[in-house]
């Protein structure tokens, strides 16, 4: 992909502008919330006020330099400080995680009144290891995935090592509606071949990203919900290929950026299909479902 600076600019050009130092609450009032999520609530407003917010000029800076492309050293530093403070994939739903080991152990409602507060700055979710689209991706890998998907690529992502993208929507036809996506995932002797265009792969451009989620068609005859599957894909399989770089408003979103991308006769292993052939939307709506 041409990563380039004449991209248009990911970020304002002007410092951040001021923001309200008091945040609306999902609950009748912050008090009335379980005492668990009003020390987080607390925890995390403390976090985001004293260490993201005053970053919001270095790293804004940097999204506009000729580095734009890189990830910003300032990122991985406020990420070390979040995980070191226990404020760590505060994602992660409460029936994966119940006893809060890995993350939070929260529900989508008592996570939400965390968001509110991360929602304040653009740099927040990565620093808590909550940003999309790795947590839908997380949330996958550890339902549906193999143990060797959830080595390979839960577990890193989990740690922050690494990122993701979801390939779904298509440049050919109207995405909004899942069941026109056209790609191919073809069975072949070993696994499965892939072929198609992805547009908004949100997560493409960012060079630590290692792993696709990849969703298309293995049996165009069966009853409409059941002729799509998801894939996970290797970044660097053979085939796959980020073309550029896209827009919205100008703003490209970089150094993750909305990537434009083709699969040329990219082969994976059987595994590779999550769940099984035809269950990409029982899948879709494990991802995106309350818990």
Partial sequence: ADKGANVSNSATTAASPARPTQTASLWASTGSAPPRVQQLLREVTEFVEQEVLPAEEE???????????????????????????????????KDMDPQGKAGAGLTNKEYATLCEVMGRSPFAPEVFN????DTGNMEVLHRFGTDSHKAEFLAPLLNGDI????AMTEPDVASSDATNISSHIVRTDGGFRLNGRKWWTSGAMDPRCKVII???KTDPSAPRHKQQSMVVVRMDAPGVKVVRPLTVYGYDDAPHGHAA????????????????????????QARLGPD
Avoid: Q, Y
């Fill in 261 to 284: 991308m083709t699969f040329t006769d990219v082969d994976v292993p059987a595994d590779a299909v999550l769940l099984g052939e035809g269950r990409g939307f029982e899948i879709a």
């Fill in 163 to 166: 990122r993701s993208c979801f």
């Fill in 214 to 216: 990849f969703m298309g």
């Fill in 130 to 133: 909550c940003s999309a689209p």
């Fill in 59 to 93: 790293l804004t800076r940097h999204s506009l330099s000729a580095d734009r492309w890189t990830i910003s050293p300032k990122i991985e530093e406020l990420k070390a400080k979040a995980k070191a403070a226990k404020l760590w994939n505060l994602w992660l739903p």
